[in-house]
C-alpha cells in the first residue's frame, strides 16, 4: 500500500523521486515524505496530507539538488499520520535515511533496547527504530549493504526498507521480504519502486528482487544478494505498456478510463489463448495435465473484489468441470483447519500479486502440499513466483482504487481455468469448449454496446446521491454481481450498501425495505427460465412494500417491465458469463454517484490499491 521510490543517477533526484510518488498515489496515503543525498548531508521534507502539500513545503525550503534520492508516501499502522511519523526517518546523527513499506512486529522490543541504549527516538513508528539499528551497525563497521542484512536478521514480520547514508553518497540499499520492491535498470541511472509505474518514464527494464534479498543501487549497475550476503539470482523482464498507459488519457478519472478500457482488457486476456489445433492453451499453466486430473477439490482464496470473481469461478468450475470448489476469504483461509492434500488444486486471485492475505494464504496451502495456481495482472510481483502455475490477466495498469477492468479480466481468466480444466478432464469435448472460447472471444464487443449506453445510468445515480442507503439482489452468478455492485457503492460514494442473495429475502433482509428505498436487482437470462421467474417474483415482493426497483436484464425481457422502476438493458450472453455485461453498469453508477457527492473516487478515504500487511 505504501509508494516507495529510490534514485541513483544523473537527473536531479528530488525531480525523478516526486515524479515517481505522483504516480503511486493511486496506491493509497495519508503522508509523503522525501530525502536527498548531497554534499554529504542528508535533506528530508515530510507532509501530511496529499502530495500537493510535500510540494508546498519543498518550495518554502527545497533541499539541496543531489542525485541521489528517495521518496515515500505512507499509510498509517504504527502511530497517526501526521508530520513526524511521516518518512523518511533518520538515526540520532541524521546520517541514514530510511523508508519502509509494511509492518515490523517487534520493533516495540527493538524500540525499548534502543531508548535503553540512549537512543531518542522521535515518532511513534516501527519504521524508525530500523535507522537506529543501522547506525549501531554502521558504528560496528562494514557498508551500508552489510549493516542492513544484520538488521534484517534481527527484523520481524513484512517489510519493504530502503536505506541512504552519508557515508556512501553513490549508493541506495533496499531489503525485500514479503512485501514488494522492483528494480528499474537505466543507461547510467537506476530505480527502486514498489512498482514499476513510479519508474516506467525512464525505463520499462525490471528486475524482480525475490524474497528476503537485498539490492544495492549505484549508477552503474545493479547488485542483489540474499540476507546472507550470496549473489542472488535475479529475473530480468520487460514492461509491456508505456506511461501513457498509466496516464488519465482526457477523463477525468483513471476509474473512468479504466471503465472504457475494459473491451480492450477482456480481449488482450483472452489473445492466444487457442492454439492452431483448436483446442485451449494455457502457456503459463506450469501444471501438468496428470496432476490437474488428479485434483478431486478446487480452493480459491481473494480478497474484496477478487473474492467475487472467485464466487462467479465456483459456479464455472463445478458446471464445465465437474469438480467441488470452495472459495474463502484469503484473510480467513489459514486461520480454520481447511482440508487440504495434494489433489487439491488451490487458485489465488490478485490483481497486484502483492496481497499479503493471500500470499499467506498460499504459503499455508504450500506447506499442505496442494498445488497451487494464481491469477494475477502484475508481471514480477510476488504471487506468480509462489504458485505452481500463473494466468496473467494482461488488463495493463490499474491506478484507480476501486477495480474495475481487473476485475472483468479476472472473470475472464477463471473462465479460461475452468473451461481448460474441463478439456483436461474430458468433462466437455473439444469442440463445447472451442464454441464456448468463441462465445468469450464475443464479449469485449458486448462490453463496449453497455459502455455506449450508460447515459441513464449516470443520470440516475446523480438522483440518488441523496440517499442513505441502497440494496443490491441477485441469484445464481447474479448474487456475486450483487456484491461487487455494493462494495463499490461502499468503497467509493461511503454509503451503505448491501447485497444480498434474492432467494434469501425472506429471511430477513425483506425487513429492510422501505418506501422509496432504492433495490438494484441483477435478472438472470430467461433461458434460465426458473431462475428468472423467482427474481421476477422477488421484485414484486419488494416493490409492493414501496422499494424502487432498479433492474438489471437482458435486452428484450419485457416480463420485467412492469416491476421496474428503472431498467437496464444490457446484452443477452449466456448464463454463465452474464456477470460480465452486469457489473458494468454498476461500475459506472457507483462512480457517477460518488462524483455528484464530490468524492475522489480514484483515492477513496481510508483504502489503499494492494493490501501488503495483514
Known amino acids: 500500500m505504501c509508494g516507495i521510490v529510490g534514485y541513483v543517477g544523473g537527473r536531479p533526484a528530488l525531480d525523478v523521486v516526486v515524479e515517481g ?5 493511486y496506491r493509497g496515503y495519508d503522508s509523503a515524505g522525501v530525502a536527498v543525498l548531497a554534499d554529504g548531508r542528508l535533506g528530508t521534507a515530510k507532509r501530511a496530507g496529499k502530495l500537493v502539500n510535500l510540494r508546498g513545503a519543498l518550495e518554502e525550503d527545497p533541499p539541496p539538488a543531489g542525485t541521489l534520492g528517495m521518496g515515500h508516501t505512507r499509510w498509517a499502522t504504527h502511530g497517526a499520520p501526521n508530520d513526524r511519523n511521516a518518512h523518511p526517518h533518520l538515526d540520532c546523527a541524521g546520517s541514514v535515511a530510511v523508508i519502509h513499506n509494511g509492518i515490523i512486529e517487534n520493533f516495540a522490543a527493538l524500540r525499548g533496547e534502543l531508548e535503553e541504549a ?11 527504530a530500523v535507522a537506529h539499528l543501522l547506525e549501531d551497525e554502521l558504528k560496528s563497521g562494514g557498508d551500508l549493504a552489510a549493516a542492513m542484512r544484520r538488521v534484517c536478521g534481527r527484523l520481524e514480520g513484512a517489510f519493504t526498507l530502503v536505506a541512504m547514508h552519508t557515508g556512501d553518497p553513490g549508493l541506495v540499499v533496499g531489503a525485500r521480504r514479503n512485501s514488494p520492491l522492483v528494480v528499474g535498470v537505466g543507461d547510467g541511472e537506476n530505480f527502486l519502486a514498489s512498482d514499476v509505474a513510479a519508474f516506467i518514464a525512464h525505463t520499462r527494464d525490471a528486475i524482480e528482487l525475490g524474497q528476503d534479498q537485498i539490492v544495492e543501487l549505484r549508477a552503474d549497475g545493479v547488485t542483489v544478494t540474499d540476507f546472507e550476503g550470496r549473489p542472488a539470482e535475479v529475473k530480468e523482464y520487460h514492461v509491456d505498456w508505456d506511461v501513457s498507459a498509466a496516464e488519465k488519457g482526457g477523463y ?9 478500457e475494459q473491451p480492450r482488457a477482456v480481449a488482450d486476456t483472452l489473445l492466444g489463448r487457442i492454439g492452431t489445433d483448436g483446442r485451449l492453451t494455457l502457456d503459463e499453466m506450469r501444471i501438468s495435465d496428470r496432476e490437474l486430473r488428479d485434483v478431486d477439490k478446487i480452493i480459491i482464496v481473494a480478497c474484496g473484489t477478487s473474492y467475487h470473481a472467485g464466487l462467479i469461478a465456483k459456479y464455472a468450475i463445478e458446471h464445465w468441470a465437474g469438480l467441488p470448489c470452495e472459495v474463502e476469504l484469503a484473510s480467513e483461509f489459514r486461520y480454520r483447519d481447511a482440508i487440504l ?25 504450500r506447506e499442505q502440499k496442494a498445488k497451487l495456481l494464481g491469477i494475477c495482472n502484475v508481471n514480477g510481483s510476488t504471487l506468480p513466483r509462489e504458485c505452481d502455475g500463473v494466468l496473467y490477466t494482461h488488463a495493463g495498469p490499474e491506478i484507480a482504487v476501486a477495480s474495475t477492468k481487473a476485475f472483468l479480466t479476472q472473470l475472464v481468466a477463471v473462465y479460461l481455468i475452468a473451461l481448460y480444466i474441463a478439456q483436461v478432464r474430458g468433462t466437455k469435448w473439444g469442440d463445447e469448449v472451442f464454441a464456448m472460447v468463441q462465445l468469450l472471444e464475443r464479449m469485449p464487443e458486448k462490453v463496449e454496446k453497455v459502455l455506449e449506453t450508460m447515459e ?20 445464481h452468478v447474479g448474487f456475486p454481481v450483487a456484491l461487487e455492485g455494493a462494495l ?12 444480498f442473495a434474492a432467494g434469501e429475502l425472506k429471511h430477513g433482509p425483506i425487513a429492510l425495505i422501505e418506501a422509496g428505498l432504492p433495490v438494484v436487482v441483477v435478472v438472470p437470462p430467461r433461458a434460465r427460465d426458473v431462475l428468472h421467474d423467482k427474481i421476477v417474483s422477488n421484485i414484486q415482493e419488494i416493490r409492493a412494500r414501496g422499494a424502487r426497483t432498479i433492474v438489471i436484464a437482458e435486452e428484450g425481457d419485457a416480463s420485467v417491465e412492469p416491476y421496474a422502476d428503472t431498467l437496464i438493458s444490457v446484452p443477452a450472453v449466456p448464463t454463465l458469463l ?7 453498469p454498476l461500475q459506472v453508477f ?17 483504502l489503499a490499491k494492494s493490501v501488503t500487511v495483514e
Open 118 to 128: 540512549g537512543h531518542k527516538l522521535g515518532s511513534d513508528t516501527d519504521t524508525e
Open 488 to 499: 463499490k457503492l461502499k468503497e467509493l460514494a461511503y454509503m451503505h450498501a448491501e447485497g
Open 21 to 25: 510518488l505522483a504516480r503511486l498515489e
Open 456 to 475: 441513464p445510468v449516470r443520470e440516475l445515480a446523480r438522483s440518488l446521491a441523496g440517499e442513505r442507503c441502497v440494496l443490491f439482489l441477485g441469484r
Open 341 to 365: 492434500s495434494p489433489t487439491t488444486l488451490v487458485i489465488a486471485i490478485s490483481q497486484s500479486g502483492e496481497t499479503m492475505d493471500a500470499l499467506m494464504a498460499v504459503r499455508h496451502a
Open 590 to 606: 457507483a462512480c457517477e454517484l460518488a462524483t455528484a457527492k464530490g468524492h475522489d473516487v480514484d483515492q477513496p478515504r481510508n
Open 252 to 260: 477525468d478519472y483513471f476509474m473512468l478510463k479504466e471503465i472504457a
Open 578 to 584: 452474464q456477470p460480465l455485461v452486469t457489473t458494468v
